[in-house]
Nanobody
Framework: QVQLVESGGGLVQPGGSLRLSCAASGSIFSIEAVGWYRQAPGKERDLVARISDAGATNYAESVKGRFTISRDSAKVYLTMNNLRPEDTAVYYC????????????????WGQGTQVTVST
């Protein structure tokens, strides 16, 4: 079994910063592209940022210049600066993962989400 666990969410004032982490565990052969998504109440889940296994990144227009996605051998991070009230949402990690049990199959995995609230 593969699990993704997000951490680092919380309450922050406008203009503040947070860093989210996404850690994968299980019988993992390889992790390919990883994305951070967010879902605000009553809205659809939207892509925030994505990073390929080669390190190529892309961002939603609304977060360009404020958010940075990065990865190391253990985790994928989303560094969020100059946060705005409209960034308030549950943030989810999504990853394309191959397991040792089925290395030829690329599965799509989601974490449970972490709440980010930007408010005074």
């Amino acid at each position: 079994q593969v699990q993704l666990v997000e951490s680092g969410g919380g309450l922050v004032q406008p203009g503040g910063s947070l860093r989210l982490s996404c850690a994968a565990s299980g019988s993992i052969f390889s992790i390919e592209a990883v994305g951070w998504y967010r879902q605000a109440p009553g809205k659809e889940r939207d892509l925030v940022a994505r990073i390929s296994d080669a390190g190529a990144t892309n961002y939603a227009e609304s977060v360009k210049g404020r958010f940075t996605i990065s990865r190391d051998s253990a985790k994928v991070y989303l560094t969020m600066n100059n946060l705005r009230p409209e960034d308030t949402a549950v943030y989810y990690c999504n990853a394309a993962i191959r397991t040792f049990l089925q290395p030829m199959f690329r599965g799509d995995y989601w974490g449970q989400g972490t709440q980010v609230t930007v408010s005074t």
